[in-house]
């Protein structure tokens, strides 16, 4: 298998300090193995051993030249030249969060019909390069300008769910199909983490409970996760309700799926199920 360029200049780096170091008895050794490796005729392969790294001056042609062997020249990048720079990035940016984020579409509509009234305040200055720019800029690039700053807007959020897989059997699994029911007491149940982004130590969550047929909503902190604060949640929630709790649609997380939901809903013969079934797998 023929070596990439790259991976025979690294060979070239490894062995030419050795080759220079050694006899004239080892050399011949040292250079059958590099040929055989690189495959390189036998008067380059020690040319090319002997000069690595090194400047040289050869007449070329008639013409006396000066490089360095094994340095890469930067060739000039060709394509059309660059149009919007980042001085024009900075700006659109400014006038994008000043027009509320809008899609590209849209904001271009914008530009046209207010630029100049925006440039009047004091609220954006630009010059009349990046003004004649702004007015004939499409809304595909417009979106690829702002693909970054877009991107700040909606970072991941971090999840502290855990599937809990010792009383999954128990619960059932509810697909989108299955909750029909138009009966006020059937309730999604959800727990909210106040993290502040990090979900290290102990934080607050409220646990929130909705009505699927009228939206009734409960909400309770409880001190975390753990299911001894959450099963009392839901308990003191129960007690607010004007209705009775006709079934239970929770996450897997292991602050549901436990055994003191488990017996408290067989006990009161209420149905208790789950949505998501992916992570039980």
Known sequence: MELSMRAKHEVIDRTCARYRRARKSTKGKILDE?????????????????HWRQTVVERIRGKVISFKVGLRVARPRSGRPVVYDDGFRIV???????FDCLCGKRFVVMI???LDAVLATDELTCSDTVRAL?????????????ARERKKLSPHGTSITRPGGLLKGQVAIRTFTDWSDATPGFFEA????HDGGSAFGDFHCTLTMTDVATGWTETVAVLNK???????????????????????????GSEFINGHL??????????HSISKCNSLA
């Open 34 to 50: 590099f040929i055989q490796t690189t495959g390189y005729a036998r008067k380059y392969a020690a040319w090319i051993l002997s």
């Open 92 to 98: 659109l940016a400014d006038l994008w969060f000043l």
């Open 112 to 114: 046209r019909g207010l």
């Open 134 to 146: 702004l007015m004939k800029v499409s809304p595909a690039t417009v979106d690829r300008l702002l």
């Open 190 to 193: 959800d727990l909210v983490a």
């Open 226 to 252: 753990a299911q001894k604060h959450v099963f009392p949640g839901l308990q003191r929630i129960r007690d607010r309700l004007p209705f009775a709790i006709l079934g239970l649609d929770t996450d897997n």
């Open 262 to 271: 488990v017996r408290y809903c067989a006990q009161e013969h209420i149905p």
